[in-house]
């Protein structure tokens, strides 16, 4: 039951995002804007490109998904599908599970697919390219699980948008410095496994937890 509840509701979402792909490319686009700004702003020379690409590249996935992050359950809300969440003989936390993991692979793994070009950019050395990757990797989820549990807490708030990045921003500030800070590492010749670590200890934490807060923060919303 919950299999099938989780596939209805992924091709649910998938065919909304069909239906709206216009606003499917919205995050992918904002990222690299995001990323040729930069390249602009420092003048495009690799000397002052190279050792700053990596924390830009992944400000530029946390702002794509945080971008997205609004509409995660306002939708649901407003045309009364979240209220079939709450009847339906699978737990609560399990749809939310789901969707969130739609968030991510429609927010997140896009601009992760294409950073090895952006990357190329901002003149990313290639021996960082692999450490990069694990951390987005790793730490892209945690933004999307902590996300859901802010979007929760402010569906049933109009015009939520600011105070939801006024939420968000602080969660995710550990989560960017240890991304970007496991490249550096790494970049200095130091050992960046200790920040990876900490990324999946966190991505293991966020995983049951973040679901479980969210769905309560959904109840109350609902209620």
Same mark, same amino acid.
């Given at each position: 039951?919950? =299999?099938?509840?989780?596939?209805?509701?992924?091709?649910?979402?998938?065919?909304?995002?069909?239906?709206?792909?216009?606003?499917? @490319?919205?995050?992918?686009? @904002?990222?690299?804007?995001?990323?040729?700004? @930069?390249?602009?702003?420092?003048?495009?020379?690799?000397?002052?490109?190279?050792?700053?690409?990596?924390?830009?590249?992944?400000?530029?996935? =946390?702002?794509?998904?945080?971008?997205?992050?609004?509409?995660?359950?306002?939708?649901?809300?407003?045309?009364?599908?979240?209220?079939?969440?709450? %009847?339906?003989?699978?737990?609560?936390?399990? %749809?939310?599970?789901?969707?969130?993991?739609?968030?991510?692979?429609?927010?997140?793994?896009?601009?992760?697919?294409?950073?090895?070009?952006?990357?190329?950019?901002?003149?990313?050395?290639?021996?960082?390219?692999?450490?990069?990757?694990?951390?987005?990797? %790793?730490?892209?989820?945690?933004?999307? =699980?902590?996300?859901?549990?802010?979007?929760?807490?402010?569906?049933?708030?109009?015009?939520?948008?600011?105070?939801?990045?006024?939420?968000?921003?602080?969660?995710? !500030?550990? !989560?960017?410095? @240890?991304?970007?800070?496991? !490249?550096?590492?790494?970049?200095?010749?130091?050992?960046?496994?200790?920040?990876?670590?900490?990324?999946?200890?966190?991505?293991?934490?966020?995983?049951? =937890?973040?679901?479980?807060?969210?769905?309560?923060?959904?109840?109350?919303?609902?209620?």
């Amino acid at each position: 039951m919950m =299999l099938q509840a989780a596939r209805a509701l992924m091709v649910r979402d998938a065919q909304l995002l069909w239906a709206r792909r216009g606003d499917a @490319f919205q995050p992918a686009l @904002f990222a690299l804007l995001t990323v040729v700004l @930069f390249a602009l702003g420092l003048g495009g020379e690799a000397r002052a490109l190279a050792p700053v690409a990596a924390a830009v590249l992944w400000l530029a996935v =946390l702002l794509a998904g945080l971008l997205a992050l609004d509409g995660l359950f306002r939708g649901d809300l407003e045309d009364g599908s979240l209220e079939q969440w709450m %009847l339906a003989p699978v737990p609560l936390w399990w %749809l939310v599970l789901v969707r969130t993991g739609m968030h991510w692979l429609t927010t997140a793994l896009p601009v992760i697919v294409v950073i090895p070009l952006l990357g190329e950019l901002l003149y990313l050395p290639h021996a960082q390219l692999p450490t990069l990757l694990l951390s987005l990797l %790793l730490g892209t989820p945690i933004l999307s =699980l902590l996300g859901a549990v802010v979007a929760a807490l402010t569906v049933g708030m109009r015009r939520a948008g600011i105070l939801l990045a006024l939420l968000a921003l602080p969660l995710y !500030v550990p !989560v960017l410095v @240890f991304g970007a800070g496991a !490249v550096t590492a790494h970049a200095q010749g130091l050992d960046a496994s200790g920040a990876l670590l900490l990324l999946g200890a966190g991505l293991a934490l966020a995983l049951p =937890l973040a679901p479980l807060t969210a769905a309560a923060a959904l109840r109350i919303a609902h209620d």
